[in-house]
């Protein structure tokens, strides 16, 4: 036990040292939520009980923002993301849609172009408007015990219609419900007045648990004491338990989808750089990360201005905090899922 303490006390100190320098002139926004980013609005629609455990979270943008995409994961579930690379006729997305259900649940976008269309938000064209609806799933086939209750395009449409900017729901919620550890969201605001945001649907074949400490692997990236956590006991954190339990390795199909946007003014090869930097978030706070099972993706979404132009010193900064950022919001679903502070409640005793 001592040895195990003597790792966790390593790590806070670790800690400790680390997150000034990393969040150096850094804030939450209000409610530390994706919906502190101006344009972004954040719906859920879930079902749980009577064989069901899944659900769609919808992220809008009514007024359109500039969006990209990086995949890194060997299984993705993806749809209309082709047109997110740079070069083409389209670079704005309305919504994007993360669901459950694994290729089934790409149905969910369907419901969410329905609803837009019956807005009038979409690429105008002649006779109407084409909602662009970039979407991508994770797997959670059958955790509500009956594989055939997945997410169609009725939790798109309904998902869609309660979209708002009020601080995001966590856990198990939305594209959350049927995760391994739930969803979460975080935000943080820039010296530069920026703003950036994520939110995750934390379903990885890793785990986000450091074994050593029995501590997120993210809390080093901590703005103030946004998660509340101490070093578990040596009790807690015994060796004899193997230290954080990972998931059950008897499920090779995972996958962790998240977005990250900002209020800046970027294009969209901007946007996809931002996509690609951010996807370091996810391995910063989750191990092992991007296997073969897993579908890895992280949206990319700007809704500023993208005929402003900014040096390279602010669109690295907005980069990094991308990352930072999502890495918290990795810790923020592990936290609101529960089942972490259950198995390690001395490290919880001060939420």
């Not at 070069?87 to 649940?105: E, N, R, Y």
Request: glycine share 16%; hydrophobic share 40%.
């Amino acid at each position: 036990m001592g040895r195990a303490w003597s790792s966790v006390a390593a790590a806070l100190l670790l800690v400790t040292a680390f997150a000034p320098a990393c969040a150096a002139g850094q804030r939450p926004g209000p409610s530390n939520t994706i919906t502190d980013v101006d344009g972004i609005e954040v719906g859920h629609d879930s079902r749980t009980g009577d064989g069901w455990l899944s659900g769609t979270t919808v992220i809008l943008m009514r007024n359109g923002g500039t969006a990209s995409v990086d995949v890194q994961g060997g299984a993705p579930g993806t749809r209309e993301t082709d047109l997110l690379a740079p070069g083409g006729l389209v670079t704005q997305a309305h919504a994007i849609v993360l669901s459950g259900g694994s290729a089934f649940g790409l149905a969910a976008a369907t419901g969410t172009m329905q609803w837009l269309e019956e807005q009038g938000i979409g690429f105008p064209i002649a006779g109407g408007v084409v909602p662009i609806v970039p979407s991508a799933i994770l797997f959670d086939l059958g955790r509500g015990g009956d594989f055939s209750k997945r997410p169609d395009a009725e939790f798109g449409y309904r998902a869609a219609a309660a979209a708002g900017t009020a601080p995001v729901e966590q856990g198990r919620v939305g594209a959350g419900t049927g995760a391994r550890y739930g969803l979460g969201t975080a935000s943080v605001v820039l010296p530069n007045g920026y703003t950036v945001g994520a939110i995750v649907g934390l379903n990885p074949a890793g785990s986000p648990v450091n074994p050593e400490t029995c501590m997120p692997y993210g809390m080093f990236l901590e703005l103030g004491d946004e998660f509340g956590l101490v070093p578990p006991s040596a009790d807690d954190c015994a060796p004899a338990d193997g230290g954080a339990a990972g998931p059950d390795s008897g499920e090779s199909f995972n996958t962790t989808i998240a977005l990250v946007a900002t209020d800046a003014p970027l294009n969209q090869t901007q946007a996809q750089r931002m996509a690609m930097v951010s996807n370091s978030g996810l391995a910063r706070s989750i191990r092992p990360i991007h296997n073969l099972g897993d579908g890895d993706a992280v949206f990319a979404v700007a809704t500023g201005d993208p005929g402003e132009a900014l040096g390279n010193a602010d669109l690295q900064a907005l980069y990094n905090a991308a990352a930072d950022a999502l890495g918290r919001a990795v810790v923020h679903a592990l936290l609101a899922e529960g089942g972490y502070c259950e198995e390690y409640p001395s490290a919880c005793a001060g939420r």
